[in-house]
């Protein structure tokens, strides 16, 4: 009944910035609380960062100061802002919204 595609990703160098979008439809009234994690080859999949039902963001220490979560234009959207992007930063992407996962989106970082 609920899908969530994230959209957003794609090439960029270092230091360069991509915005990435949760996109929820379906059943689910709004997007209350949600979480971004990324999965690198070989990697197990991180957290990230996440929002509560309230809004209160968290980040973990490899992404502060550089990501900001926020929530979209609607009610169904969340977006991931990423600024100053590493190398170390690539991966697939995927928002977790009450356990349910969308198909990713990959963010390359390369010079």
């Known amino acids: 009944q609920v899908q969530l595609v994230e959209s957003g990703g794609g090439l960029v160098q270092p230091g360069g910035s991509l915005r990435l979008s949760c996109a929820a439809s379906?059943?689910?009234?709004?997007?209350?609380?949600m979480a971004w994690y990324r999965q690198a080859p070989g990697k197990q999949r991180e957290l990230v960062a996440d929002?509560?039902?309230?809004?209160?963001?968290d980040y973990e220490d490899y992404v502060k100061g550089r990501f900001t979560l926020s929530r979209g234009m609607n009610d169904r959207t969340v977006e991931l802002q990423m600024n100053s992007l590493k190398p170390e930063d690539e991966a697939e992407y995927y928002c977790?919204?009450?356990?349910?996962w969308g198909r990713g989106t990959q963010v390359t970082v390369s010079s």
């Open positions: 977790d919204v009450v356990g349910l």
């Open positions: 929002i509560t039902s309230t809004s209160i963001t």
């Open positions: 379906g059943s689910i009234f709004s997007i209350r609380a």
